[in-house]
């Protein structure tokens, strides 16, 4: 047995203080291993987002510890957080964030700029994730010219290119048609094949179950109940082309 990719334990945070002091999460205790799909579901304001942010090493749990890939985050600078994030950990997030002003290439290549990771290895490392996600005839055009499916597999090849060991996605799908939402949730559950990878998906979208390994709930800052799925992807009714 590989031990967890991601692993939350007695995970509390609290937000604000005085009379806007919010309890975010209660003693929430998590795995993600590699090799799985876990899909976090919850309404609106039950701290699925604060979860992945400190999943995700960008905030700091106010008890309780996280360990990725074997590193405790306990006590670190936000400094040595940052390295822990940008070595280990891929964002996906519903409006892609992408910057206007590059193309598709160079929005993904950014990933590795920032790791040191340049020239012609960083390009072709570059151009063979993006054929990954089908987007080589766009790399050379900018994210205004794509389709909102299109700049979603853009931010997933962006994730994906330093080869990070676990992927959290915040809504992935929440911005798309029922056609290119199938599409993202087929490229997410595919990288979760690799058992050395673990990917997380936020989502209120119960048509994304069949994607899952797992489905963990969450309501009013606690973990309710878990599911273990695996089931075939859902037959989501096509409206437009990615």
Known sequence: M????????????????????VQALKDVNLTLDGGKLTMLMGPSG????????????????TDGTVRVCGTSTHGVSPDELANIRRHHIGFVFQSYHL???????????????????????????TEEVLASVGLTPKMASFPRQLSGGEQQRV??????????SA???????????AFNGKAIMTILSAIAKDRGRAVLVVTHDPRLFGFADRIVHI???????EEALGASPPDLQTRSGI
């Open 99 to 125: 910057f206007s002003t590059l193309t598709v290439a160079e929005n993904v290549r950014l990933a590795l700029d920032v790791r040191k990771e340049r020239g012609h290895q960083a390009m072709a490392r």
């Open 155 to 164: 931010a997933i090849a962006r994730a994906i290119v330093a080869e990070p």
């Open 167 to 177: 992927i959290l996605a915040d809504e992935p799908t929440a911005s798309l048609d």
């Open 2 to 21: 590989t031990d967890p990719i991601i692993e939350a334990t007695n995970v509390s945070k609290v937000l604000g203080s005085g009379p806007a002091r």
């Open 46 to 61: 039950s701290g699925k987002t604060t979860l992945l942010s400190i999943l995700g090493c960008m905030l700091a749990p």
């Open 219 to 225: 309501e009013d800052g606690l973990l309710t109940r």
